[in-house]
């Protein structure tokens, strides 16, 4: 994948779409697959909003449930046990505990019957998942083994716990990226830093946008266009003359530097808020949270936001004991909101919202916030997207395909026998870090070090993060910037407290990948 803004003016495109998070990359990959000739541009790195700033985890419609909504809930569980048929290599059976209480809804009877209920409309969740995903049944813990499991747990009322299971992605970052490269090889376009302006000045179908990193203007030919940018739906939709974008909120998560035990916490903070604990790499990650009021797009969270935030991830979690020097990562992203009774909320499901009624049908817009659903959601976008088109809507293949790279496979094995064709062993760290990164994939990623001047180098010594990687990143991957290394095409990033230094060392190597002839912006 080279990055190639020219090409999105050199061909009538089916459909544009403008934004390149999970629900934006996965409706490339859906239109492609149909046979459409799609771009997806986005205005900063592919992966780089939203889909960057989730909590890891992928699930199966419990709390859905529990709203008596039994579609949604059905609709997660598929979704669910698609991941693992199409990415079972990045994901894993994570266990989540929260407490049962004498309280009528939180009691271990309501549990029990709810979870009956939930296994019955789950019962075909292990349906062509491979062993080692399958997810078993929820079941009650004694309040001897909730308390052991989980240390400074509310107990006052405390009859036990309840315990389920659904899945976390072990390569989050990745995880976005074997989608896109699932629809570049599709036959999309995909193109980062390229800001979508307006509509185009000959009022012909498609629209304007701008190269980021040029200053260039682009003139893109489409017959429809899909609005799949959370943050700037607000700017677009002014820009085409429409009205009715969904307000933002703020959603939060912490990464906190305490270890953490191999399961997921659940409790309620003092705002009454449910939060929740997963391990992340040997730290906690808590989220999430999110403000009550609008914030404006493209703001970040302030320092008393953060604090406030902290304070309930304490409340919810006494044994963290974290102050903000604790804080290695915080993950920030803008949700579209959701008008409720109550005021200002995420919305229950996502959105796909044709703009014909105001007379510009050509333009669909694809609201969503939840990683779990955004395949389904992109496959509804795109359904509309052959309607407007007057094709006949040929079923998705998107939930049948294993991603790039993302399937089950003797990794270790081929990367081994790749190491030894390539000049000896390889350093355990690097070997198990290639593998868990790259899947399939490794072997080539290692044969690539091994012929560039880098070989076996790190990046910093105490990462197992080869130099060469930041290489395979620029001229393979369309990374641009330092931060695209760092946080999205490696693992160098994903425990947060990114020193100057490593920041300092991937510009270094980035400035001699281009001085070398790669260029990284044709």
């Known amino acids: 994948m080279q990055r190639d803004p020219a090409a999105l003016t050199h061909d009538t495109f089916d459909v544009l779409i403008v934004g390149g998070g999970s629900h934006g990359l996965f409706a490339a ?3 492609a697959l149909r046979g459409l000739r799609v771009a997806v541009i986005d205005r900063g790195d592919l992966g780089g909003g939203l889909s960057a700033s989730h909590q890891r985890t992928l699930h199966g419609g419990l709390r859905a449930m529990q709203s008596g909504d039994l579609s949604k809930t059905r609709a997660q569980i598929r979704e669910r046990r698609t991941w693992a048929r199409i990415a079972p290599q990045l994901i894993r059976p994570l266990p989540f505990l929260f407490g049962t209480y004498r309280q009528l809804k939180r009691s271990r009877t309501a549990v029990r019957v709810g979870f009956a209920a939930y296994d019955y409309l789950a019962r075909h969740r292990n349906d062509g998942v491979t062993g080692e995903l399958h997810l078993p049944k929820g079941r009650l813990e004694s309040a001897a083994v909730t308390t052991r499991l989980f240390p400074e747990i509310n107990r006052t009322g405390l009859t036990g716990g309840a315990m389920w299971y659904d899945y976390q992605t072990t390569q989050a ?19 980062n830093y390229v800001e979508a302006v307006g509509p185009r000045p000959d009022h012909a179908p498609g629209m304007t946008a701008r190269d980021v990193l040029t200053g260039a203007p682009l003139t893109i030919a489409a017959r429809t266009v899909v609005f799949s940018a959370a943050d700037g739906l607000g700017a677009l939709y002014a820009a085409f003359g429409l009205s009715g974008a969904p307000p933002l909120l703020r ?8 270890p953490a035990m191999d399961m997921a916490h659940v409790a309620a903070a003092s705002t009454g808020r449910m939060l929740t604990a997963v391990p992340w790499r040997g730290y906690v990650l808590v989220g999430t949270s999110q403000t009550a009021h609008a914030v404006p797009p493209g703001t970040r969270a302030t320092p008393e936001d953060i604090t406030a935030f902290l304070a309930e991830a304490n409340s919810a979690f006494p044994y ?18 959701a008008q409720t009774r109550r005021g200002l909320d995420l919305p229950r499901d996502f959105e796909v919202r044709s703009h014909a009624g105001v007379g510009k049908p050509e333009l669909i817009s694809l609201i969503g916030a939840k990683y779990t659903t955004a395949r389904l959601a992109a496959e ?9 088109l007057g094709k006949a809507a040929t079923r998705s293949e998107t939930a049948d395909r294993p991603l790039p790279h993302a399937e089950v496979a003797d990794v270790e094995g081929h990367l ?23 899947g399939t994939g490794a072997p080539g990623v290692l044969r690539y070090a091994r012929a560039s001047r880098w070989g076996d180098e790190r990046v910093i010594a105490s990462a197992p993060v080869l130099a060469a990687e930041a290489a395979y990143a620029c001229e393979r991957s369309m990374a641009i910037t330092a931060e695209d290394v760092i946080y999205r095409r490696t693992a160098l990033g994903g425990t947060g407290r990114v020193e100057r230094q490593l920041i300092d060392r991937v510009e270094s190597l980035l400035r001699g990948i281009v001085k070398s002839g790669i260029n990284s912006t044709n």
Do not use: F, S
């Not at 509804?380 to 407007?388: E, L, M, N, T, Y």
């Not at 030894?420 to 062993?425: A, I, V």
């Open 251 to 258: 959603a939060m998560n912490l990464l906190i530097d305490r």
């Open 173 to 191: 970052e990745r995880l976005t990226w074997c989608i896109a490269l699932a629809a570049d090889r599709a036959g999309a376009t995909l193109v």
């Open 416 to 438: 081994i026998e790749a190491a030894r064709e390539t000049g000896g062993p390889l350093d355990p760290d690097v070997l198990r870090h290639l593998g868990a990164w790259y």
């Open 320 to 337: 963290l004991k974290a102050t903000t020097d604790d804080i290695r990562l915080v993950h920030d992203g803008l949700v579209p909101a």
């Open 29 to 31: 990959y859906d239109a």
């Open 380 to 388: 509804k976008a795109i359904d509309a997207v052959c309607r407007q």
